[in-house]
């Protein structure tokens, strides 16, 4: 397989075209849902690679809302489905950082290029989060090792230089955090 792939779409004609197409491509569905609330839900059981969000769910949260949420709670990327084009949707989605916007109608190429160009753009971030948050784990240890040797080992200057890069390293993970 290729990786496992969520529908969040209300349309049922439309989530199972799409299901169908991913299928073929060798993709795994674990779900196709058709609200906010059930896409949060599946999401949390199965942990797709990716979630195919429609936006327009006819509810009151949005898909743009949902997938803020999705990348917020658990880092898994979103591909819009959508036949919006207009500048306040597009300007709404870009804020939530999708992996792609796929206008409707579209063909299986376009699906199978969005979702295969997503997925590699997910994997690339998901390591360099981790060799990163890795990298800063060692050095805020490091940071925290030596001032907790305080003065008997190290002079006041260096404390203060240490302190200051363990404060850096510490912003930095809160930014890796928010990715």
Do not use: C, W
């Not at 999401?43 to 949420?69: F, N, S």
């Not at 590699?120 to 090792?145: F, W």
């Not at 930095?172 to 955090?177: F, L, N, R, T, V």
């Amino acid at each position: 397989m290729n990786g496992r792939i969520l529908i969040v779409e209300d349309e049922k004609v439309v989530a199972m075209d799409i299901r169908t197409m991913l299928k073929s491509l060798g993709y795994d569905v674990p779900g196709i849902v058709s609200s906010s609330e059930k896409a949060l839900k599946k999401v949390e059981e199965t942990k797709p690679d990716l979630v195919l969000m429609d936006i327009m769910l006819g509810e009151k949260r949005d898909g743009i809302e949902i997938a803020q949420e999705i990348r917020d709670r658990f880092k898994i990327p979103v591909v819009y489905l959508t036949a919006y084009a207009d500048d306040d949707t597009i300007q709404r989605a870009k804020k939530t950082n999708p992996h792609g916007y796929i206008l409707k109608p579209f063909d299986e190429k376009e699906l199978s290029t969005s979702i295969e160009i997503a997925l590699y753009k997910s994997g690339i971030e998901r390591k360099i989060r981790e060799e990163t948050e890795n990298a800063l784990a060692t050095i805020i240890g490091g940071t925290e090792l030596m001032l907790e040797e305080g003065f008997q080992r190290h002079d006041r200057e260096t404390l203060d230089k240490v302190r200051l890069i363990r404060n850096a390293a510490n912003i930095i993970a809160q930014i890796i955090e928010k990715l």
